[in-house]
């Protein structure tokens, strides 16, 4: 079983819709959640942090469910350039690497 | 944050050259960087753990012959890939470990290698 799992997509939408990505991780003592980006050909850039209390960082809400070891990231009123792939990331604690699943592929058209 | 840089951006040689690429911390003092590799359409996969004055870590199945990392001040880590073959080609790229609250890592811009 691997360590974090994404639904790959690709999600195709139009602009202004809503989607959500779900995102499973195997290890129950992990410590921290984020959700990055990454763009064709780009580096990894953090978008934010997920917490149990769920947060929201304008358009976009992450959430964490730690009893179910899920997290999700909702993208409200999707515009053009939002098109990215989106990573699901946990970490373990300071020390170790940042572990990464597949992504999943959005893709917003007009 | 932090800012991270490496060079050459993108690489093309031969195959059975070796080829090394440069991960700077331009604004913070990183004891420990890690190098990850990335094929199309994959995660990024973590190859190796590097700290600072200390032999790296590698992940299974990473030969660390072939992939030699040096860690050789707090503000540099090299990779090199050594007798490079077409199937090494991939995008590499570095990250800066931070713990301070609130942070984790930050990434390198990345490394494409094509080897022909």
């Known amino acids: 079983r691997k360590e974090v799992e994404q639904d790959p997509g690709p999600f195709n939408v139009p602009e202004g819709a809503t989607v959500a990505f779900n995102c499973t991780y195997s290890?129950?003592?992990?410590?921290?959640f984020f959700w990055y980006r990454q763009d064709c050909r780009k580096e990894p850039k953090l978008l934010m942090s997920v917490y149990s209390s769920g947060n929201e960082d304008g358009r976009f809400t992450a959430q964490l469910n730690r009893a179910s070891q899920y997290i999700s990231l909702l993208i409200r009123d999707s515009k053009l350039s939002d098109s990215a792939t989106y990573l699901c990331?946990?970490?373990?604690?300071?020390?170790?690497?940042?572990?990464f699943g597949k992504g999943t592929t959005l893709s917003v058209s007009s | 944050g932090a800012v991270v840089s490496q060079h050459p951006s993108r690489v093309i040689c031969k195959s059975g050259t070796s080829v090394k690429i440069e991960c700077r911390s331009l604004?913070?003092?990183?004891?420990?960087m890690f190098w990850y590799r990335q094929f199309p359409k994959q995660s990024l996969m973590l190859m190796a753990t590097?700290?600072?004055?200390?032999?790296?870590?590698?992940e299974q199945g990473v030969e660390k012959d072939k992939f030699l990392i040096n860690h050789a001040s707090l503000t540099l880590s090299t990779l090199t890939v050594t007798s490079a073959h077409p199937e090494d080609s991939s995008f590499y790229i570095c990250?800066?470990?931070?713990?301070?609250?609130?942070?984790?890592?930050?990434f390198g811009p990345g490394t494409r290698l094509l080897v022909l």
């Open positions: 290890n129950s003592a992990s410590q921290s």
């Open positions: 590097s700290n600072e004055g200390s032999k790296a870590t590698y």
């Open positions: 604004d913070f003092q990183a004891t420990t």
């Open positions: 990331v946990v970490f373990m604690g300071a020390g170790t690497a940042l572990i």
């Open positions: 990250s800066v470990g931070k713990w301070r609250e609130g942070e984790t890592q930050y």
